[in-house]
């Protein structure tokens, strides 16, 4: 059943994929044409979540200096993070429609994504920390902890020889599950009244906590397949 789940899970997961590829396959090829190289493509992908960054931290530091929390600039950079990190899947498009596939594009790439998840966890954990809610920066960081946590595992386990892509929280869904927080808390902020007790980042907090807590098990899920597999090799 388990294993029934899963396979089902793939296929859809899957499905969404290619649909994703067949829409954006006609802008490859138009990149490819225009001689933008994978690594290219990346290191935008990468400098578009650096600005969601700074903008989240311009964000914290306005409400900090007691300008409340700016919902236009959170809205902001929820639209950055899931437009840039649209990258992620283009460079890999772009190397293998274009012939340019390389070890170190794939390390490359793999590399900056680990730098667009420090920069905009790391942003919305500062934004947090000047909306004084501590509490959803501390569960900010551990969401941060599971991500590179799940990343490093599967490095780790590749350089064993172990193929090691189990769990539900990879940085596909991460990503998803951040932009789209930080859009619905940024679109609330911004129709909410002022005097309203409901406070909009509690969405961002809650999405955190999600990510804290699905990420950190996948990266535990994927050392309890490491171990499996290694114990078959003795």
């Not at 793939?10 to 590829?21: D, H, N, P, S, V």
């Not at 293998?96 to 420090?118: I, K, N, P, Q």
Request: one cysteine or more; aromatic letters at 8%; glycine letters at 12%.
């Amino acid at each position: 059943m388990e294993m029934e789940i899963k396979t089902k899970a793939t296929q859809a997961r899957g499905a969404l994929q290619q649909g994703i590829y067949a829409v954006i396959n006609p802008f490859v090829r138009l990149l490819i044409r225009m001689g933008v190289t994978p690594n290219i493509v990346t290191t935008i992908g990468m400098l578009g979540n650096l600005a969601a960054a700074a903008v989240l931290i311009a964000a914290g530091i306005k409400a900090q200096n007691g300008g409340g929390a700016d919902f236009g600039l959170v809205t902001l950079a929820g639209a950055l993070i899931i437009g840039f990190s649209l990258f992620d899947m283009l460079d890999g498009q772009v190397a293998r429609l274009g012939g340019m596939a390389s070890t170190f594009g794939a390390m490359y790439d793999s590399v900056l994504d680990r730098y667009c998840e420090l920069f905009t966890l790391g942003g919305l954990a500062f934004y947090l920390i000047g909306c004084g809610d501590m509490t959803g920066a501390v569960i900010t960081f551990f969401a941060l902890v599971g991500s590179i946590m799940v990343s490093y595992v599967r490095a780790r386990a590749e350089g064993l020889d172990i193929e090691c892509k189990i769990g539900f929280m990879q940085r596909p869904e991460r990503v998803v599950v951040t932009s789209a927080a930080a859009l619905a808390a940024g679109v609330t902020g911004l129709c909410t009244e002022p005097q309203s007790a409901f406070d909009p980042n509690i969405i961002l907090v809650v999405a955190m906590g999600i990510i804290a807590v699905f990420a950190n098990l996948t990266a535990f899920a994927r050392i309890s397949h490491c171990r499996r597999e290694l114990c078959k090799k003795k």
